[in-house]
């Protein structure tokens, strides 16, 4: 019988086991997965299985990530005795056709399995290696295989690195100690597919219960392991008043658990990874875990298990990288650099070899006096410590920025974020067709951030074009072409047959363009007036709040559930309900992007989505309807629209389209053609 090539489902259980049993037979090349990760692919759609005469000769286990358009390939797993009969290549065949929209297919390999000649078989391209964290040591080929969209869009990945911390029972475990199982879980995370998804790292008290082994020989083994891992050594003065903090709250909310030595220890570890700037601490310890409430409300630390964090690794990647929860509180302010002050930034930002120093002094000196109006920003936080740096000028119609520096700090990725989503505001509004930035000297925050940011990189710097077209796919990718041709460079041509998510992407890598005859949808969803508020300042609060880094890149709103037709990615208008005194409200405030949509348990969904800030636990609660669900749209990249748009244009520009207007009640798609009249409508030049 020819190989069927079926997906495989969380329900489908002896399917399912299959697969199990061949992935364990292949452990030693592929790496622990454990069952609930294969479930988990299952679940998400990343599970496709080779059957052959209802035998299971072959699977493929892959990743979707929500943030990259790329298919993450985990395993390619052939039973040998039924190799070259071209199963390998029916599942990634499966795959390219099922997943055409993605720009290509990702996998790691251990260069010393020698199997370059399958992957080059199979159509993949080498693109890169990095180190493995083996004991040996070992070299990962990165392999690609592209699916034939445009390379410029390839350039907005971005794998930004999960760190997290260890407690003893998962370190030993790494090390081989303890049952089957917890050897297992702990061996998980240290599986090749991940090895540029998380980096592992241990604090001082790891040190601490190490020594407490009592056997010489397996103590040495496991601080022979510590090398494997990042070391954090977090500021001890800090650690011990955090400590006191998580033991007053665990005092009070477990006062049955005795706070002895071996429970500081644990509320140590909490304690540690907080003051170190993570949120992530990994443990197989019930004790540990118990204590999961009082270190996320006190310390803002996710105790988590191996096995969360294997199949949760994107989202709580982006929980880490990126929370715009925290700007919300702090109260950072923006500045000229005053001629003479150079001097004091240098401990701050001097970033390599050839950049230190005075060398660095003078080279930003020597922009106030080069005859170019440039404007040289330093941004503080709360306490005054300078925690980014960026000098720009227009050149035409560019935005040249000759400094993008961000210090070493707690939120220095979501700093970096924010910071390049505030140079496209700035360009556009200065009428700019291209960000250009030419530190030789960039931050690696702000390095890794403009690639995920549709920057491109040539010899010359990093650059984004602003393509402000709101109109057909041929329009605007015209549009980017005319721009990069004056730049000597190239664009892919797109038209209306992209699918919704090529169409994303280009909306995000050329923002602030909308291309508008796409398969991309277009919805509106109503807002009170105190969440638009909160989100976008609009209406204004009486007491204006403090902006200084503009409204954050990345939010979530919550609503009742109950799906309406909803799907991702799309593009979503708000529509501000009408407030209590009937005076303010019903009015369009400008549009996002919208990245995400899910329908979860109040607790879980805060849980997921509490690092995007504005929303408290009891607020989700309220927003769950009578099944006890509530919905969160992640949305991203919000435009507020420099005209608002009324409820009386609104009803006038959907007649004008031939159409009926009702104020919508719930989220709602509308056509793209609307979308546009009332985008361009809100850049209506007044």
Not at 18 to 39: D, E
Not at 303 to 320: C, F, G, I, K
Not at 589 to 605: A, H
Request: charged content about 25%.
């Amino acid at each position: 019988m020819a190989i069927r090539v079926l997906p495989v489902s969380a329900e489908q259980s002896e399917l399912l086991d299959a697969v199990i049993a061949l992935g364990n037979r292949y452990t030693k090349y592929l790496g622990l997965l454990t069952p609930p990760a294969y479930r988990k692919h299952a679940e998400d759609g990343g599970l496709l299985v080779a059957v052959d005469d209802e035998e299971v000769v072959g699977y493929a286990l892959f990743g979707l990530p929500k943030r990259s358009l790329y298919v993450r390939l985990a395993h390619l797993c052939v039973a040998e005795e039924h190799r070259g009969k071209g199963v390998a290549r029916e599942l990634i065949d499966a795959i390219r056709t099922r997943h055409a929209h993605r720009l290509g297919i990702r996998a790691k390999c251990r260069r010393d399995y020698g199997l370059s000649g399958m992957w080059t078989a199979l159509g993949f391209v080498p693109k890169g290696e990095s180190l493995g964290r083996g004991k040996d040591k070992e070299t990962l080929d990165t392999w690609w295989l592209d699916l034939g969209h445009e390379d410029l869009f390839a350039e907005a990945q971005s794998d930004a690195l999960l760190v997290v911390t260890v407690d003893h029972g998962v370190f030993a475990g790494l090390r081989g100690a303890g049952t089957e199982r917890a050897v297992e879980e702990s061996r998980a995370l240290a599986a090749g597919w991940l090895a540029d998804l998380i980096e592992l790292a241990f604090t001082p008290q790891l040190l601490h219960d190490v020594r407490d082994v009592e056997e010489r020989e397996a103590r040495n083994h496991q601080r022979a392991g510590l090398a494997e891992l990042r070391s954090l050594s977090p500021d001890s003065a800090a650690v011990a008043i955090r400590l006191e903090e998580l033991a007053a709250a665990a005092r009070k909310e477990l006062p049955a658990v005795p706070l002895d030595d071996r429970q500081r220890a644990r509320l140590r570890y909490v304690a540690e990874t907080s003051c170190a700037g993570l949120q992530v601490l990994v443990t197989r310890d019930p004790a540990l875990a118990a204590l999961a409430d009082i270190a996320w409300d006190v310390a803002r630390v996710k105790v988590v298990s191996p096995a969360v964090v294997t199949l949760h690794v994107d989202e709580l990647r982006q929980a880490q990288v990126y929370r715009p929860a925290d700007l919300m509180g702090t109260a950072f302010s923006a500045e000229e650099i005053a001629p003479g002050g150079e001097g004091e930034l240098v401990a701050f930002f001097d970033q390599a070899e050839g950049d230190r120093g005075t060398a660095f002094a003078e080279r930003l000196k020597s922009l106030a006096n080069d005859g170019v109006l440039w404007r040289r920003e330093l941004l503080r936080d709360g306490e005054g410590h300078p925690v980014a740096l960026y000098v720009w000028a227009m050149d035409g119609r560019t935005l040249n920025v000759a400094f993008l520096r961000t210090a070493s700090h707690p939120l220095e990725e979501t700093l970096a974020r924010q910071l390049l989503f505030m140079l496209k505001r700035l360009g556009r509004e200065r009428e700019a067709q291209a960000v250009r930035i030419t530190d030789p000297f960039l931050s690696p925050t702000a390095m890794a951030a403009a690639g995920a940011d549709g920057f491109t990189e040539d010899e010359s710097g990093f650059t984004a074009l602003l393509v402000d077209v709101c109109g057909p796919a041929e329009a605007v990718s015209e549009k980017a072409a005319e721009i990069a041709g004056r730049m000597r460079r190239s664009t892919p041509r797109l038209d209306d047959r992209v699918s919704p998510e090529i169409a994303s992407v280009a909306e995000r890598v050329w923002w602030p363009a909308k291309l508008i005859d796409t398969a991309l949808p277009s919805f509106i969803a109503p807002i009170k007036p105190r969440w638009s508020t909160e989100l976008f300042d609009v209406p204004a609060m009486l007491v204006p709040r403090d902006d200084v880094l503009g409204i954050s890149r990345e939010h979530v709103y919550y609503r009742s559930s109950g799906h309406r037709g909803e799907s991702v990615p799309a593009r979503i208008l708000w529509y501000v309900s009408e407030g209590a005194s009937g005076q303010q409200g019903k009015m369009v405030i400008g549009c996002s992007r919208l990245d995400e949509v899910v329908i979860d348990d109040p607790d879980t969904l805060f849980s997921q989505f509490e690092h995007l800030g504005v929303y408290g636990h009891a607020e989700v609660r309220a927003a769950a309807d009578v099944s006890g669900k509530a919905m969160a749209l992640r949305f991203s990249d919000t435009e507020i629209f420099p005209v608002q748009v009324t409820h009386a244009r609104v009803i006038a520009l959907a007649k004008g389209l031939g159409l009926r207007w009702v104020p919508p009640m719930q989220l709602s798609k509308i056509s793209n053609a609307l979308f546009q009249a009332m985008y361009e409508e809100g850049h209506r030049k007044t």
